[in-house]
């Protein structure tokens, strides 16, 4: 898997167009790479403090930052690695909980890029060992990892029991077909039997795995059962909070699963009021943010609300979380389904603006039906909205929600 990434400072961007010349080679699978390239490095993968690793189709980013809000909450330094950047590489690393700094990034880069020169990594295996050699080098009480794509084949999936905590698996869906849904013989055949298959790769042997079964179809409860029986994990499934109103709101849920995987754990004691007190302080830019004063608030009088919401789960999950109608601005890449977010937003669309995605090829409006008009950009389309009171919502992609917070000047930190 490949991404984009600019810096303002030299030395930064100097490592990051060695980066972006990376390829995944065609058709390659395996974890040998990433442990050639850590063995060089020393193997910091094997000297971190307790670790929660996160896998899920949606909901892993969040239930990785409500993690680390409740550690944090109990006055530990953590450690935490998540993808994809919004505005700059270094949000992809916090070091305690600081985004690792401009010099050490560069240096660390440069030696994880110089000591696996040969071995053709990809873009994705280069940031998981410059994560992982820096956390090694820098004191920390727990580490936060998120998984990139799928789990079993995935760099951050060299972490081994001498090192997990607990891992987790957020909300299943089909996304990434090409890559989580290639033929292979010995795997389950069924779409979502083998999606869960792929995300529960990521367990370990005496590693409680907790999940969320309760909103698993049964083919994808039974794949991970029996992944779990087999490497000997331990099963936790999570007691969602009840709602009587509805359904239970996504962020409830990954907060209910980030709470399990740490009561499910013995490596760090979590006080119940810490807890609580991460399920409330808790951030994730992006992820239904409403952004604050700045340029591009100034152009609407209407509260604008940005989330990078791009696949069918992630829009049913937005939908069920914004309530009324909206004015939708959408920009979304070529390889996503334009129906992702539309269909549940159905019948509550006051207009409907596209936007090309920044860097990347996108839809184009006409696919999104006949209702549908084209702006330039944000900012156009933030101009071009009726005057009223009803919120604007921004959506369809995270690389579009990184030039949005950007464009506000509401860089993450």
Request: hydrophobic share 45%.
């Amino acid at each position: 898997m490949k991404d984009f990434a600019t810096s303002e400072n030299p030395a930064v961007q100097t490592q990051l167009d060695r980066l972006a010349a990376l390829s995944l080679p065609e058709g390659r699978l395996g974890l040998g790479v990433i442990r050639e390239l850590l063995a060089r490095l020393g193997d910091p993968h094997k000297r971190l403090p307790p670790t929660f690793h996160v896998a899920g189709t949606n909901g892993k980013g969040s239930t990785c930052a409500f993690l680390r809000a409740m550690l944090e909450a109990d006055g530990y330094r953590v450690h935490v690695t998540t993808s994809p950047h919004l505005v700059r590489y270094n949000e992809r690393i916090r070091l305690a909980g600081k985004l690792i700094g401009d010099e050490e990034l560069a240096a660390t880069l440069a030696e994880v890029l110089d000591a696996g020169e040969d071995l053709a990594p990809s873009f994705f295996e280069v940031t998981i060992a410059t994560a992982f050699l820096a956390f090694s080098r820098a004191r920390a009480d727990a580490c936060v990892v998120e998984v990139g794509l799928g789990g079993r084949f995935d760099a951050t999936n060299v972490l081994g029991p001498e090192v997990l905590a607990a891992c987790g698996i957020a909300a299943l869906g089909i996304d990434h077909e090409r890559f989580l849904l290639a033929p292979e013989d010995g795997v389950p055949a069924e779409p979502m039997a083998r999606i869960a298959f792929e995300k529960a790769g990521i367990a370990k042997p005496g590693v409680p795995l907790v999940t969320l079964s309760s909103l698993y179809p049964g083919e994808a409860v039974n794949a991970i059962g029996a992944v779990a029986d087999k490497l000997g994990a331990p099963l936790v499934d999570v007691r969602l909070p009840q709602n009587a109103d509805g359904p239970v709101e996504t962020r409830a849920i990954n907060a209910a699963l980030a709470s399990a995987m740490i009561k499910a754990q013995n490596r760090i004691s979590v006080s119940e009021e810490a807890i609580a007190q991460g399920m409330r302080d808790w951030t994730w830019p992006a992820r239904l943010q409403t952004l604050g004063p700045g340029p591009l608030t100034a152009l609407v009088g209407s509260k604008i609300i940005l989330d990078g919401a791009h696949n069918p789960n992630a829009g049913k999950a937005l939908a069920g979380s914004v309530t009324g109608d909206v004015h939708l601005i959408l920009g979304m890449l070529a390889n996503k389904d334009p129906r992702s977010i539309i269909e549940p937003f159905a019948g509550r669309i006051r207009s409907l603006i596209v936007v090309p995605v920044p860097g990347h090829e996108s839809h184009p409006a006409q696919v999104f039906g006949p209702d549908a008009r084209a702006a330039a950009n944000v900012e156009q389309a933030l101009l071009d909205l009726p005057v009223d009171d009803y919120p604007v919502l921004i959506a369809g992609s995270l690389y579009l929600a990184g030039a949005v917070l950007k464009a506000n000047d509401e860089v993450p930190d």
